[in-house]
């Protein structure tokens, strides 16, 4: 999977909009944000976000953080595989 299409995948699985939150779940460590590694991806996550902003998708801009990489902890293992987790509980 490119980048690209990990970021287009990335705005259309949550509500890029809200800051410090996603849904009722409130808190910094719930703010929405893209990692880059290098220039190259930094500029097209931020092309991405102008190109949504632009879009009219959204009434309210895209608040999505575009931070450098950084040191990575895995979650604990009851956060992994979440979407296939979910599905197997409907």
């Not at 590694?37 to 879009?55: F, M, P, V, Y």
């Amino acid at each position: 999977m490119s980048y690209e299409e990990l970021l287009d995948q990335f705005f259309g699985l949550h509500d890029s909009t809200q800051v410090d939150r996603q849904g009722p779940d409130v808190g910094t460590q719930y703010r929405s944000a893209v990692f880059y590694h290098d220039e190259a991806q930094k500029e097209a996550a931020l092309k991405t976000i102008a190109g949504l902003n632009r879009s009219g998708k959204f009434d309210r801009p895209i608040a999505t953080q575009v931070l450098p990489a950084a040191e990575f902890y895995e979650a604990e293992d009851c956060h992994l595989q979440y979407c296939q987790k979910l599905r197997k509980g409907r």
